[in-house]
Structures are given as structure tokens and as C-alpha cells.
């Protein structure tokens, strides 16, 4: 996430602000300009701003923004208690909007018609079960996972170090951008030289995964547990981890946060340096090598409050072969897809 400036004064405000505390110009966020713009006729409010919590513009007054236009399905206006869950998951599906289009990757509204583009359902299973996932370009998630209390149980009867509602979508549009960055059979057989083949038998994989669970040695080709799932988990689960990576530096690097080792007793701090701000258009072996140095500090960071690990994850050589690939199909997407 970048740093944002108020369109009257020029000063700090937050990607989730509506108006300047400093000179209170009220504001919205364009994501054409991706900045912020005074709101006025010419840049209404999206017309969910109570509903959903929305401080993005929208084209018209009365209009939906270009995040709430996605939402297909959500529930009605007089659930109240699904609605606070909306909220949620609303700010962060706009944060995973925001960071496809400065990578340059492309979400195209829904066609129902010809079953192309992305939408999203955001279901409350307060009355019936909700199934998070993707089909064809629709992202469901259950509302409940904007919960907090509701995400920890899940997380930890599930074994995982992390569990957001960006996590989810950052995963679940993971899906949907394997057939739009892998569009011949060229592209396929060399992402199944390293994920595996997406074609095997999707329920067979699930039923033996819940039953046996995650292989001991996971981690040697693995970014989860849930990744050994299936290949087209393994995809999902690495082009989720690609955007944490991504969304992180992108931040370090706007607040000029910059690492630059430890001390050690023996000198030994080779590769403990990073500065973010220059891995804007570089190369997967270049942002990996920045990337690990800054999750280190962070890390202990995190410990120091008596937190869990910003990035609890290990990459192993493999792994990282995993984003290179990832990172390479971004960048041939779109000249704007290594900034």
C-alpha cells in the first residue's frame, strides 16, 4: 500500500480515511488516479458509503464504485450484524483492488452472459452454510471470517500460522488469474512442471487431504500445508503469497523503510540488508533477496510486541522458483506489472 496525501493541504491521510483531520477537506479515493480526490460532483461518493463503509468514488452520484459494482451477491440492508461483516470484508476487498491494478492485472466486471470476469458474493452463514471459494470467476466468502474471534478458532483448529480476510480474497482471485496469465499449453505445462497438473481429480485430492493431511516434508516444495492440497491450491496459495510479498514492500518502500542489518558479533550479515524502494522493476531474484531481509525485521518487530510473526512462513529454494514463475506471468501481463 502506498502513502496517501489530503487533496487540500497535502497531508498524510490513510487509504481508508474519508476527510483530512489536519484542514477537513473531505475526500475520495480515486482508483483511475490511484490517489485521493476531493469529493464534489465531478467525484460522488459510491453510493454503498453508509452501507458498506465505502470511501471510494463512484462515476455518478447514485452510482456503485468500481469495488462495490463486483460485490453480486450481499446481505440485505436490515441484517444488521451481517452487515458490520460486510464492512470488513468490503475495506478489504478494495485493498486487493487497489494492488491488482498497480500490478497492472487485470479484473474485468462479470458478464453473466458469456460466464467471463470476476464477481464476488459475500454471504452471511448466520441462517445456512457458506462455502469460501472460487468457480469461474466468482469469489464467494463467508462473512463470518470477518470476524475476528470466528477466524482465530478456524485458524487454529486448522493448523495455520495466518488467516485474514485479505488473505482469503488474495487467494481466491488466484484462481481466477490462472487461465488469464497461463493462456496456451506452453504456459500450463511449465506452471504444471512445478505446481502439478490443475486437472487431477479435485475432490479426491480434497477427501485425502482432510483425511491424511499435509505430507511431514511440506515445506521443502510447499508455502502451506494447504498448498499439498491440490496443484491448483499450490497455485492459489503461491499467488496469494506473491501479493503479501508485493503489498508489503510496496508499503516499506512509501514509508521509506529501509533495513539495513544487524550488527553481528562475527560480521556476519550478508543478505540481512534491504531497501524497498529500489525493487519497484526488478527481477524475482532481486525482490525475493529484498524481500526475506525485511520479513526478518518485521518479524522481530512483531516478537518485541509479544505478536505472532508478521509473515510466519519459510521459503524454501523451491517455493521461491514458485513465485519467480509467478512474478515473470505478472510482468509479461503488463509493462505495470513489476512496478
Not at 454503498?48 to 469495488?67: D, F, I, K, M, R
Not at 500460522?161 to 482471485?173: A, D, N, S
Request: proline share 5%.
Amino acid at each position: 500500500m502506498k502513502v496517501f496525501s489530503c487533496p487540500g493541504c497535502g497531508g498524510l491521510v490513510y487509504f481508508a480515511n474519508t476527510a483530512c483531520l489536519a484542514c477537513g477537506t473531505a475526500f475520495v479515493f480515486d482508483l483511475d488516479h490511484l490517489g485521493m480526490v476531493a469529493a464534489d460532483g465531478d467525484h460522488p461518493r459510491c453510493a454503498n458509503a453508509e452501507v458498506a463503509a465505502c470511501n471510494w468514488g463512484a462515476a455518478t452520484p447514485g452510482q456503485l464504485c468500481a469495488s462495490c459494482a463486483l460485490t453480486r451477491t450481499r446481505p440485505a440492508d436490515d441484517d444488521t450484524s451481517a452487515l458490520v461483516q460486510l464492512r470488513v470484508a468490503e475495506a478489504a476487498k478494495r485493498r486487493l483492488l487497489f494492488q491488482l491494478r498497480v500490478l497492472g492485472l487485470p479484473v474485468e466486471p462479470r458478464d453473466e452472459v458469456r460466464g467471463t470476469g470476476v464477481a464476488f458474493d459475500l454471504l452471511s452463514s448466520a441462517e445456512q452454510p457458506v462455502t469460501t471459494g472460487h468457480a469461474g470467476g466468482v469469489i464467494t466468502l463467508d462473512l463470518a471470517e470477518s470476524d475476528a474471534v470466528h477466524r482465530e478458532k478456524v485458524r487454529t483448529l486448522m493448523s495455520e500460522p495466518y488467516r485474514t480476510v485479505l488473505g482469503h480474497f488474495r487467494h481466491e482471485i488466484g484462481h481466477y488469474f490462472f487461465p488469464v496469465l497461463l493462456t496456451d499449453e506452453a504456459d500450463r505445462d511449465a506452471a504444471r512442471a512445478l505446481f502439478g497438473d490443475e486437472r487431477t481429480d479435485y475432490q479426491a485430492a480434497l477427501d485425502r487431504h482432510y483425511a491424511e493431511g499435509a505430507p511431514a516434508c511440506w515445506g521443502d516444495a510447499h508455502v502451506s500445508e494447504y498448498a499439498t492440497m491440490h496443484p491448483a491450491e499450490d497455485w492459489a496459495e503461491t499467488f496469494a503469497h506473491y501479493l503479501h510479498i508485493r503489498g508489503v514492500l510496496q508499503t516499506a518502500a512509501s514509508w521509506g523503510l529501509v533495513v539495513q542489518g544487524p550488527q553481528l558479533p562475527g560480521g556476519a550479515d550478508d543478505g540481512l540488508a534491504a531497501d524497498p524502494r529500489t525493487l519497484d522493476d526488478v527481477d524475482a531474484d532481486r525482490l525475493l533477496a529484498g524481500w526475506l531481509p525485511l520479513s526478518y525485521a518485521l518479524n522481530a518487530v512483531n516478537r518485541s510486541m509479544g505478536e505472532e510473526d508478521l509473515y510466519p512462513f519459510v521459503l524454501s529454494p523451491l517455493v521461491m522458483r514458485k513465485l519467480a514463475f509467478i512474478h515473470d506471468r505478472v510482468a509479461s501481463l503488463s509493462p505495470r506489472g513489476v512496478r
